[in-house]
């Protein structure tokens, strides 16, 4: 995409924005110690502050207009930014508990996310999402959860397929179940199970987006029983 297509598709979108979105967009440009941007319901950027430039390593946010997650940050990190703006989009109702996500330049730090639907200027239909986050830095005995929970969940979205036993994944971090869950919850705001399920979800809606596979296949790939067994989940998600 040109300079000239962005500049357009960022003009289309405030246009139909109104001009309430494009003042948040200069207001929070000048935030230093917080994090934003806006995506259009493509879950493209349309707009991202300088801080939010500066922690996603790029030089401005022309260089990340009509980009996605996907197109920027690592599979597991993109699905779970994906994964949430989406969950906006559906149902019109902002985040607004704190949304506990680990951070765009992985570091030892934790990023409280708030994420809004953009309405069209007459209110009529959602159009996009627009996210302000701001990051805690980790106390030392935090820091080594937080490479914990990373080892982990990088482990399990290696093995989708397999058998993810909670006892397992505790071994796997040198700890208990207990003290897994809690700090799941804690760095992530869910727990192991959930957050297994929302990956194998992920995983099974992209092929089901990006392939010819027949459902039980994919079912089996993400690692769900059998074909009831993963329809009942994705409906229930």
């Known amino acids: 995409m040109t300079l000239k297509e962005k500049k357009q598709l960022r003009d289309d979108f405030f246009e139909q924005a109104g001009p309430n979105a494009r003042a948040f967009a200069a207001l929070f440009d000048h935030a230093t110690d917080m994090g934003f941007y806006i995506k259009d319901a493509e879950g493209r950027f349309v707009a991202m502050n300088r801080k939010n430039c500066e922690m ?3 030089k401005d946010e022309f260089a990340i207009i009509g980009l996605r997650s996907c197109d920027l940050f690592p599979a597991q990190q993109a699905d779970l930014y994906m994964s949430l703006d989406r969950k906006v989009l559906s149902t019109g109702k902002p985040l607004v508990n704190n949304v506990n996500t680990h951070t765009v330049d992985n570091s030892p730090a934790v990023s409280h996310a708030r994420i809004h639907p953009v309405h069209s200027a007459d209110g009529s239909r959602i159009i996009g999402t627009m996210c302000a986050y701001h990051l805690t830095r980790l106390p030392e005995a935090e820091i080594d959860w937080h490479g914990r929970i ?3 969940t990088s482990h399990i979205n290696r093995h989708l ?6 006892d397992d994944l505790a071994r796997l971090g040198n700890t208990t179940p207990r003290k897994l869950i809690a700090a799941f919850s804690q760095i992530l705001g869910t727990t192991p199970a959930q957050y297994v399920i929302a990956m194998r979800i992920n995983q099974a809606r992209k092929l089901l987006e990006e392939t010819d596979s027949p459902i039980v296949a994919i079912a089996l790939e993400c690692g769900f029983c059998d074909h009831s067994h993963f329809v009942h989940v994705f409906r229930r998600q």
Request: net charge positive.
């Open 56 to 58: 996603c390593g790029v």
């Open 161 to 166: 397929a397999d058998r993810l036993a909670l």
């Open 150 to 152: 990373k080892s982990i």
